[in-house]
């Protein structure tokens, strides 16, 4: 099995970030998190981060046929990207979207997700903790579908 996270923009400055919001997990520790999880369960996993729609968009797109799943954090993209959620549409590979905050208790701005809309689940609040479970969801779900 191979998944695919990824994470979209500032989310490269974990640690830095507001961290009474994010939490003082740097991006790098939240990376070693997640590979030494997949490692365990022996799930081949790639890691990627940008700043730049058209790049996630890309991404995406080349993802397919090349992975089972995908865990995605959009951040601020999550609010205001139809074209990130058309393109998880696109490629029907199953995905989980993940936020480290709850963003319904945020800015009201941030209360809907065009990625959750194509999303099979949703994990928010729950820290980097939430990129776990959302590998165990895909995990599952994908043995299923075979």
Do not use: W
Not at 21 to 39: F, Q, S, W
Not at 48 to 69: C, M, P, R, T, W
Not at 100 to 125: D, L, M, Q, W
């Amino acid at each position: 099995m191979k998944l695919l996270v990824i994470n979209g923009p500032s989310l490269n400055m974990l640690g830095i970030r507001e961290p009474a919001i994010y939490g003082e997990e740097t991006y790098e520790d939240l990376c070693n998190k997640i590979n030494a999880h997949c490692k365990e369960k022996n799930i081949k996993v790639e890691i990627y981060q940008s700043n730049h729609e058209g790049d996630l968009i890309d991404k995406i797109q080349d993802a397919f046929h090349k992975v089972d799943g995908i865990v995605i954090n959009a951040a601020g993209y999550t609010h205001t990207s139809i074209a990130i959620a058309d393109a998880l549409l696109a490629v029907s590979i199953p995905a989980v979207e993940v936020h480290i905050s709850e963003p319904k208790n945020r800015e009201p701005y941030r209360h809907f997700s065009y990625t959750e809309e194509v999303c099979i689940a949703s994990i928010r609040g729950e820290g980097t903790a939430g990129y776990i479970k959302a590998i165990d969801l895909l995990e599952t779900t994908i043995k299923n579908m075979k």
